[in-house]
Each structure stands twice: as C-alpha cells, then as structure tokens.
C-alpha cells in the first residue's frame, strides 16, 4: 500500500484517524504500532513477521547495553552493540545483496558456487534497519535512554508514515514524542496540508514526468538524439526530486496529524551552487545518518588529507549500495565520492569565486548526470545513452522533433523548474512583511527560519491593524482552496488508474 492509492486515502488512513482520535490516550500507540503492522502486511504479508523479529531483537539489544552501562561494563555493552550491529546488518545484507553477491562471485570463479535465490526484497528494509542501528548505536553512546515498552520501540521502528519511503527518523529525534506528544488542531492541519502538497508533488508532477522518461529511456538512443536523451534525463531528474521530497512531505506531514514533529528531509536541492551543498540539501536524514555513524566515527575531517579521502570513500561506497544492489549504483557512490573529495581539495576555493549562476550551471550538470548513473543499470545502454547526450547521433537521431512529443512536457517542465524553487517561502515572507508593515531584511523576516511551513500559514501579529488581519485570512483561505483543488485532481488521477510508479522497491 502507498499513499498515493485509494485503498489508503479512501479505506485504511480514514480507519486508522477514527481509531486514533477515539481511543484513551494509553492505548494510542498501540493503535499505531497495530496499523503499521496492518499496512506492511498489506503489500507483504510474509515479512510481517520479520519486522516484529527485528523489533524484539533490537528491544533486547538495548536492554543489554543499557544494562551493562549501567555496571559500568564497557566492553561488554561495546560487545552487545557490535553483536546487534552485524545481526541487522546480516539480515540487510541477505536479503537486499544475496543475488548481487551471488551473481558476481559466480562470474568471477566461473560456476555456480553460490545459489541464487532471487528473495523478493522486503519493502523499506533499508530504512526501518537504519532506524533499529541508530536506536542501539545512541543507547550505547548514552543520547537516548533504552526503551523499556515493546511496543513503544515497535512503533518507533514500524511507523508506517515513514516505513517505506522515508524519511530516515532517529530515536533521539522523537524520543520524547512517543510517551508525551500532544495532537493539536493547528499541528493535525498544518500535516494536512503538507500531506497535499507532497501528493501534488507525486501524483501530478512526478507520474506524468515519468511517462516522458520512460519514453525516452525505452527508446534506443540513436533513435532520439541528444534532444530526447536529455529530455528523458531531466525529465528523470524531476521525477525522482518530486516523487521523493513529495513522499517524505506526506510522511512528515502524516506525522504532524499525529502528534509527531519528524525532521526535514528535503531543503530545495536544486538551487545548490555546488555538490557539498546539494548533498547537505537532498534527503537529509540519509546524508546526516552517514555523517554522523560513519564519516564522524571514523575521524571525519579531524585527521589528516589522506585519511579524508578515505572517509569520505567508505562513505559513498556504502552510500552507492545502500541505494540498490548493482554496480550502477556502486558507479554513483564513487562518482560522488570523487567529486566531493576534488571539490573539497581542489576546486572549492575556485568555485566559490564564480558568479552565482556559474556556480549552479555547474551542479546542475553534474547532478543531472550522476542521475543517469543512478537510472541505467545497463553498462552497455548506459554508454549509448551517455555518446547520444554528447551529440553522438545529432540533435533529433532519426526522429522528428515532433515525432519525440518533449515538446508537449513543455509547461509541465516549468512548472516543475518553479515547483523545485523556493518561490513559496519567498512570497510568503515578503507577505508576512508587508502585512506587517515590515521592511523585508533576510534573516529578520518572520517564519524566515522555517521555509518548510505550508502555504497558508502566516505570522502576523494579533496586534496589525484589522485590514491586514482581514487580507492574511483571504490569502490562507485561498491558499487551502488551492490546496483543495490539488487533492481533486490526484484524487481524479488516482481514480482514473494513471500511471504511478513506486519507485522505492529498490531500497
């Protein structure tokens, strides 16, 4: 089941709301613990039941470190923790890796050594495993208290707004949420809108740029030409950024109704002026997870240049297969890897001084690529594709420019170039400005500092004059009215049986 479905919409979220809302507060996260189990089961019934192992086993884990912190048994929590660390990891490992490992190593040594068993990959087992490894790994360093309640971590770990898809949610992030959130009106609203626009993002952006790009990729690049290569690509580049930032906005925003405040995870990627940047703004609870388990333990930039370069190539090592178990996506965390290490060593400094719009053309270029890096598995396909975006078969192949239909995404590319801007926040700031009376000065803007806030949310003081109240109240109503007219046309879309690809089965 995903968001973007009437079975959720229309039969299991309306279910789990009236559930919720009229249960005693006690028995609340039961009520979302039994859900989560519900809607994993929905899609797969079998890996229900390694879900629950998962959350049992990592409840043990914690209570074993903590016990032995609490003797001042060091080495005996470090032991515990490494013993859950390589359990998780095995259990990833099986089931995302198995065929890769097997196919390769089979290749290598030339017979069939090791079976493949081509295992279905549980949905979002990267992500609930993340989620169990941050839990243990922060019990051990002491930022998070063990959780005493079963069932508690059990809806920590199986949340269903963000099991699937994201965003990555660290304990310590809600550790308090769990036992002591407060579901207001103003909190359920302010998630029902961003639930909208994530759909929009989905459903209206995201599906039908996909139609464009699985066009072109279909098609043999010496047929459509650098003209259809590149309109395939970008039209790739958009649908993963909407679909993605469209899902975890329905997941944050899902979570707000109930009460819990999840992180961010997309910050406008797009407009990045360079990698580092774009990289500290796209899904940014997989890039800080790494940061902080992997790069920071292993020295970070605390140590010397050669050590640096290393670090940072474990890092996008293991951030390529986190992504998928094939070597396109090994091609990517290096490709990465490497360009964050010249950029940091090499360039930084240069590019720094280049005009703004330089400085973007440049990250551009290179996340578009990298994203068809990250779209072709094919190394054969993915080296005519690459020949054909250089002008290798001319601008149009042997189509007509006509004949490759780009021309008829036109207004759905711009939307999608206004859409991946912070046009929004920037018009709602000089609008809470000007209600204000306010000369507009950056950082001093009101809500400047929470760009994530939805369309209709405005901070005007009780105390501006009444006219002004009057307009900000025209302006939310209007804005919820075109929020509302959103949801008509998914649900229309949704109804009709549209195109919509869930594009996370290989995570």
């Known amino acids: 089941m995903v968001f973007s479905s009437a079975a959720f919409l229309f039969l299991f979220f309306p279910i789990v709301l009236v559930a919720y809302f009229a249960s005693p507060r006690r028995i609340r996260n039961i009520i979302v613990l039994v859900a989560s189990l519900i809607f994993y089961s929905w899609g797969e019934p079998v890996y229900v039941v390694l879900m629950i192992c998962s959350i049992a086993f990592n409840w043990l884990v914690g209570i074993g470190i903590s016990k032995c912190l609490s003797q001042d048994g060091k080495r005996r929590a470090r032991f515990v923790l490494v013993m859950g660390l390589v359990a998780n990891l095995l259990i990833l490992g099986f089931f995302k890796y198995e065929s890769f490992l097997a196919a390769n190593i089979n290749l290598l040594v030339g017979s069939q050594l090791i079976p493949d068993l081509e295992l279905p990959l549980p949905i979002g087992i990267s992500f609930f495993t993340l989620q169990a490894v941050s839990y243990i790994v922060d019990v051990y360093w002491g930022k998070v208290k063990r959780q005493k309640s079963l069932l508690n971590l059990g809806m920590y770990i199986a949340m269903f707004p963000q099991l699937i898809a994201g965003p990555i949610v660290r304990y310590e992030t809600i550790e308090d949420q769990v036992e002591n959130r407060r579901e207001t009106l103003e909190g359920f609203a302010s998630g029902l809108r961003l639930f909208v626009i994530g759909l929009g993002k989905k459903v209206l952006i995201a599906d039908n740029l996909a139609l464009l790009a699985n066009s072109m990729l279909a098609s043999s690049p010496s047929d459509i030409g650098a003209i259809g290569t590149w309109g395939g690509l970008l039209a790739y580049s958009f649908q993963l950024f ?89 091609l990517w965390g290096v490709y990465y890897g490497v360009l964050l290490v010249v950029e940091k060593f090499v360039i930084g400094d240069f590019l720094q001084k280049l005009p703004a719009f330089l400085q973007h053309l440049y990250t551009v270029f290179v996340f578009v690529l990298g994203w068809c890096l990250f779209w072709i598995s094919d190394p054969n396909h993915l080296a005519q594709y690459f020949a054909a975006l250089f002008g290798a078969n001319g601008l149009l192949g042997t189509s007509t420019f006509w004949e490759l239909s780009i021309w008829a995404y036109l207004p759905l590319f711009v939307i999608a170039v206004v859409a991946s801007m912070p046009v929004v926040p920037w018009l709602r700031v000089h609008l809470e400005c000007a209600l204000q009376g306010e000369r507009f000065v950056g950082e001093s803007a009101p809500s400047r500092g929470n760009e994530a806030a939805p369309v209709a949310s405005f901070a005007i003081s009780s105390d501006a004059p009444a006219l002004r109240q009057g307009i900000a109240l025209v302006v939310a109503a209007l804005g919820d009215l075109l929020l509302l007219g959103v949801f008509a046309l998914c649900v229309m879309s949704i109804v009709s049986g549209a195109y919509s690809p869930f594009i996370y089965f290989q995570f």
């Not at 961010?264 to 500290?280: A, H, L, M, Q």
Request: with cysteine.
């Open 242 to 330: 909407f679909d993605f930032s469209g899902y975890s906005d329905m997941a944050i925003g899902l979570g707000r109704m109930f009460g819990f405040q999840y992180l961010r995870n997309f910050n406008y990627p797009y407009i990045s002026k360079s990698v580092t940047e774009f990289w500290r703004r796209w899904h940014m609870s997989l890039s800080s997870f790494f940061r902080d388990y992997i790069y920071i333990p292993l020295g970070g930039s605390r140590c010397g240049v050669p050590r640096q370069i290393f670090n940072l190539g474990v890092v996008w090592a293991v951030t390529g297969l986190w992504h998928g178990a094939a070597w396109n996506f090994v």
